[in-house]
């Protein structure tokens, strides 16, 4: 590849951020400055959008160039300090080429809750997504902030930021985009069949099904490990260990009855999982508090 053409592709890429930072914008998932999106254009070298511009009347002009340690390279406008989010990404995982990062209502208001994303709900979801994580919170826009991300970076391709927003990542800025429009989809979905009910879980056979439908289409998952096949419980939730961390919550949905945690509930309370019965369980306890605090 020429000098030339190189210049290009990378004029071209640009043209493709300010697009998606206008998808992003009308679809009211970065409001007014909110966001960032990257493209690493080379081995040291990573476009990204500037700091306090909207991305939704970005130009192509406007874009930063920065190499993998965050020192801007090129560009007129300053480069975002969240950028080192997206290069913590770049690092681990060479085939990532585009990271988008912004704050879609509904997924935020899990991240906000720090509420666990149900799995085994919708069929799509799961081929697509899979087991969505939540990062612990940090203060954003330092190296703290930006390693929260680490832990879950090779096991997936778009997770929740608690108390912040998502970030999605993969081989093209579109391609990122997608998974960021597919969680808040189903977010969105989640929230209104809570009010409409609930949410009814999809049997542990049918999992399996899903997983295997995601193997054939060539879609990676930790699941698809050797250590999780034949195994007589669903992996419902992969990052469920990290939930503490990240001071998760798991209760506005449920359980499935066959899942991981129904079996670790029975195990440690001598029966079935009854969230009825924890709910009470709960309320006493904070009744029994606040009479003490009476006394």
């Not at 969240?82 to 990532?96: G, S």
């Not at 419902?236 to 009855?257: K, L, Q, T």
Request: charged share 25%; hydrophobic share 40%.
């Amino acid at each position: 590849m020429n000098l030339n053409s190189a210049m290009v592709d990378a004029e071209q890429i640009k043209q493709e951020i300010c697009d998606i930072g206008d998808r992003l914008y009308k679809r009211g998932f970065a409001a007014a400055n909110d966001g960032n999106i990257s493209y690493r254009i080379g081995p040291n070298e990573v476009l990204c959008t500037p700091t306090m511009i909207c991305k939704g009347f970005m130009k192509p002009s406007d874009i930063a160039t920065v190499d993998l340690e965050g020192n801007q390279l090129a560009g007129e406008r300053k480069r975002s300090s969240e950028v080192l989010l997206h290069l913590e990404i770049l690092k681990a995982r060479p085939d990532v080429k585009s990271v988008v990062h912004c704050h879609p209502p509904h997924a935020t208001a899990f991240a906000v809750a720090r509420e666990a994303i149900p799995s085994c709900v919708l069929p799509e979801v799961d081929v697509f997504l899979g087991n969505v994580p939540i990062a612990r919170y940090e203060t954003p826009g330092g190296k703290e902030f930006a390693e929260t991300v680490l832990p879950f970076t090779a096991q997936t391709n778009v997770m929740i930021l608690a108390s912040h927003g998502v970030v999605s990542y993969g081989e093209s800025v579109e391609r990122a985009y997608w998974l960021t429009e597919i969680l808040d989809a189903y977010c969105r979905i989640l929230i209104l069949a809570k009010q409409v009910g609930g949410v009814e879980f999809l049997s542990e056979q049918q999992g399996w099904e899903l997983l295997a439908l995601k193997k054939r289409f060539g879609i990676d998952d930790p699941r698809h490990a050797a250590s999780y096949q034949g195994s007589d419980l669903f992996a419902d939730d992969i990052f469920r260990e990290a939930w503490a961390a990240s001071g998760v919550n798991g209760g506005a949905f449920g359980i499935p009855a066959w899942s991981r945690a129904a079996a670790e509930w029975t195990k440690r309370s001598g029966g079935p999982f009854d969230e009825e019965a924890l709910v009470e369980r709960i309320a006493e306890r904070v009744a029994e508090k606040l009479r003490d605090k009476l006394k």
